[in-house]
């Protein structure tokens, strides 16, 4: 327990005048009056000096020696609220040469009304779930609990040595901007409070000029004599500080700051609860956020994979973004050594006739550095949580391309590469304006996981077409580009991949061709189908044409020609997996037609179609077909094979082709070698063009215009 | 991939040292990775005899010859028998238009006897 008791140096007239309310000053254990002032007289009557209180005034006696032989000061109840206090002068217990005595305010009264003002404040700030409102509750309803002039309470940010004003009351004017921010530094009485984690109390003018000389004139440059600053502190939490400030001078007792830093530790619970329950909204809003995100991108991976052209799938991302997550969306893409813009959006339609009126105007220059180019060219993304004026100054031509791009009202953006393989294919950019929200660092990730995804979408269609170049390109080398003017006859050949919907990639392994045998004065046709498709198909595709072609030269047969195919692919591949059907034959022509000696190495037959001259009675076409019995090719060492003759009359014609003709399917089952034989027949004396497109459409039409396998046909018709 | 299995079905039955794959449904390129796996998967047994029973697809191109020829060469190459079921209808049509029956053990070669 410690003594209240005053230490007193100077005597008994002089603590007349410095001590507020005093009455008396009394000195020895008969209470002898020492000094009586003018309020004292009027109080206590007009008592001569050296009387003793104790027979002068019987009614303070008790109160008088309490105080004297115990040290601790006592009080008599005096006027409505207000007490007199009898307060132990002297230099410790047991040596107490005398009292003071003072009205006071009632204690009992006063503490009666902090504590129903403790309660209130203490429901207000249970409500209050914000650190602001926890400000202004401590700054307000606190502070007229302390019957303090002016209060600003600050928070301290988690790890930060600036403290943050969260409300202010009662400060002149905008005397209260000069303590917004205040960085932490010892020997200043906020600072030294936060820092030593314990108040500082400066109860008069005096006090501030003796303890911070440097801060004093700032401290009472407002009239205020009294400051306390208290930190608020929960455990090992600084969450920040509040400082009450009066313009009377104010003796902090005990009591008084007891109450004052219950009051604060009161404000401090409180910031404590908000900062946590400020968490647990942002976390809360983090997980919601996330699971937009994911959502957002699950949307956008969907668009990546619909079955668009590499502009409209990023047209579409880009109104996509629109809608969800930024005022404004871009995509750059690098071509050759340029960038160029491929897509902006807005929502407003309006906004983005104005862009490209301002890039009409004022046409981006593509060498130029900065913004999306930049981006795309260096893979480096940037994030500008504000757009800086000077940013838009420095990339302005003039004063009207300023104002224009001012206009926009970019506020914050967001630029990240579209990266593949190590490699940046373009820029996508962000754009907050008009919503005023703002990107940060922590964007980063989920705009990058956007702008992958974006970017493998473009690399896959590159890609694929360029595959499809590919494809088309070895399609190309694998068919003749025109076949041979056969005289007397006429030839028409054709080839239709599948259906690039049903498919991928593709490279069929169908293959027709003509070409002369001019030693021996006749014409190869052949007409061949690859078991399979892709690269290898097209590869034995390829050796087909080209062995055929060299035996052909070298004078053989046609079915020594198709042995030594078959010899080749088994030399080739020599696996099962691969094999070939092909029919092969060689044409000669003479005045009277067409003869045409054939081997069929596995391949469907052929069809021919007979002239049927306008006296016949049969009335209608003849159609044959050619049961040219032989093995498939590339598989056996010793396939059996046959030669057969064919003739052809004038206006005659026969139809090769692969399976996809007899195997299309569709919704009426299959195609089928009798559909095959009378749509043929229904050709009779058309040209072999008529005849070639009319199986072609034939076959599409089935298959409702998409067809699931390739087909190659070749059509030859003796000249009628 | 549960689209390709619902249009191929493979049953297969073992008696002594006969494992005989039943095929059912379509055999095309879209399938012909599943009907590889279950031939692989019986080759790897060594059964002495592999019956691979084709009469009853509903649909075979030239992916069913793919699958019987791979699985000759793996028998040949191990000294194991290979034999095949076309039924009589397009499976059979097909093998034979290639010239191949007879260059297999057919089991249902002849016309079902009435």
Not at chain 1, 349 to 375: C, H, M, Q, T
Not at chain 2, 36 to 45: H, L, P, T
Not at chain 2, 62 to 73: D, E, F, H, K, P
């Amino acid at each position: 327990m410690r003594y209240r008791v005053l230490r007193v140096n100077v005597g008994a007239d002089e603590l007349l005048d410095v001590v507020p309310g005093v009455l008396a000053v009394t000195s020895g254990d008969d209470h002898a009056l020492g000094a009586l002032s003018p309020l004292g007289r009027q109080v206590l009557g007009a008592i001569h000096l050296d009387t003793p209180l104790r027979e002068a005034l019987p009614e303070l006696a008790d109160a008088l020696d309490t105080a004297y032989r115990s040290g601790k000061a006592s009080r008599v109840p005096h006027e409505a609220g207000h007490v007199i206090r009898c307060t132990p002068l002297g230099v410790g217990p047991g040596r107490i040469s005398g009292l003071l005595l003072r009205v006071a305010p009632d204690d009992g009264d006063r503490s009666r009304a902090r504590t129903a003002g403790f309660q209130q404040l203490t429901e207000q700030l249970s409500r209050a779930a914000t650190p602001a409102e926890i400000g202004r509750l401590t700054t307000t309803t606190a502070a007229a609990l302390i019957g303090a002039d002016s209060c600003i309470a600050y928070r301290r940010p988690e790890g930060s040595d600036v403290m943050e004003a969260l409300h202010h009351h009662g400060w002149p004017g905008d005397t209260h901007r000069l303590f917004a921010r205040v960085p932490l530094q010892r020997g200043r009485p906020m600072s030294d409070a936060v820092l030593g984690r314990a108040p500082v109390w400066l109860e008069d003018a005096g006090q501030w000029h003796a303890r911070y000389p440097e801060m004093a004139p700032l401290g009472v440059s407002e009239g205020h004599q009294a400051t306390a600053c208290l930190p608020l502190l929960v455990e090992d939490r600084d969450l920040g500080a509040v400082v009450f400030s009066f313009y009377q001078p104010r003796s902090f007792d005990t009591s008084e700051r007891e109450f004052l830093m219950a009051a604060a530790a009161l404000c401090a619970q409180a910031l404590d609860r908000a900062r946590l329950y400020t968490a647990e909204l942002e976390a809360r809003g983090a997980a919601e956020r996330e699971r937009d995100r994911m959502a957002f991108l699950a949307q956008a991976s969907r668009l990546m994979e619909a079955p668009l052209s590499v502009e409209e799938r990023l047209r579409q991302l880009g109104d996509l973004v629109v809608k969800g997550i930024a005022d404004w969306s871009a995509v750059h893409l690098v071509r050759g050594t340029r960038v160029e813009r491929v897509t902006v959006a807005h929502l407003d339609p309006a906004k983005i006739a104005f862009i490209e009126e301002l890039e009409r105007r004022y046409p981006p220059d593509p060498e130029a550095p900065g913004g999306a180019i930049e981006v795309a060219r260096s893979g480096v993304p940037v994030v500008m949580e504000d757009v800086p004026d000077e940013l838009l100054v420095a990339s302005a031509r003039d004063e009207t391309h300023l104002e224009l791009i001012r206009a926009i009202g970019l506020r914050s953006a967001i630029v990240v590469p579209l990266l593949v393989r190590g490699r940046s294919l373009g820029a996508l950019t962000l754009v907050h304006a008009e919503s005023g929200e703002r990107f940060t660092e922590a964007d980063l990730t989920f705009v990058g996981q956007l702008a992958a995804t974006a970017a493998v979408a473009i690399d896959n269609a590159a890609l694929y077409e360029q595959q499809r170049t590919v494809a088309r390109t070895l399609q190309t080398a694998l068919l003749p580009s025109a076949l041979p003017d056969v005289p007397g006859v006429e030839c028409a050949g054709r080839y239709r991949p599948p259906d690039p919907e049903l498919t991928d990639v593709y490279v069929g392994g169908d293959l027709y061709d003509i070409h002369e045998d001019p030693e021996r004065g006749r014409w190869a046709l052949t007409v061949a189908d690859v078991c399979g498709k892709g690269p290898q198909a097209a590869a034995l595709t390829s050796l087909i044409r080209h062995t055929v072609q060299a035996e052909v030269r070298h004078g053989f047969g046609p079915a020594d020609v198709v042995r030594r195919v078959n010899a080749a692919m088994l030399r080739q591949g020599g696996s099962r997996a691969r094999f070939a059907t092909m029919v092969h034959g060689a044409l000669t022509v003479d005045p009277d037609g067409v003869t045409i000696t054939l081997v069929n190495g596995g391949h469907p037959p052929g069809i021919v179609l007979r002239h049927a001259p306008p006296e016949s009675d049969s009335g209608g076409a003849d159609v044959e077909w050619l049961d040219v019995p032989g093995t498939l090719v590339g598989v056996y060492p010793d396939p059996e094979l046959v030669e057969a003759d064919v003739r052809l009359a004038p206006g005659d014609a026969l139809l090769l082709y692969t399976d996809g003709v007899t195997e299309a399917r569709g919704p009426e089952g299959f195609f089928g070698p009798d559909r095959l034989a009378s749509l043929v027949a229904s050709f009779a004396d058309t040209s072999a063009d008529t005849v070639a497109d009319g199986v072609l459409d034939a076959i599409a039409g089935f298959q409702d215009g998409k067809l699931r396998d390739d087909v190659a046909l070749l059509v030859i018709r003796a000249a009628p | 991939m549960s689209e390709d299995a619902a249009l191929l079905q493979v049953t297969r039955t073992s008696c002594g040292g006969r494992l005989e794959l039943v095929l059912s449904g379509e055999l095309d390129n879209d399938t012909l990775p599943r009907a590889q796996d279950e031939v692989s998967a019986a080759e790897a047994e060594a059964p002495a005899v592999l019956v691979l029973d084709l009469a009853a697809l509903e649909y075979v191109d030239s992916c069913g010859v793919r699958l019987v020829l791979l699985a000759q060469g793996a028998a040949d190459d191990e000294n194991r028998r290979l034999a095949v079921r076309l039924g009589h209808g397009q499976t059979r049509r097909m093998f034979d238009m290639l010239g191949i029956t007879d260059r297999l053990e057919v089991l249902d070669r002849e016309e079902p006897s009435s």
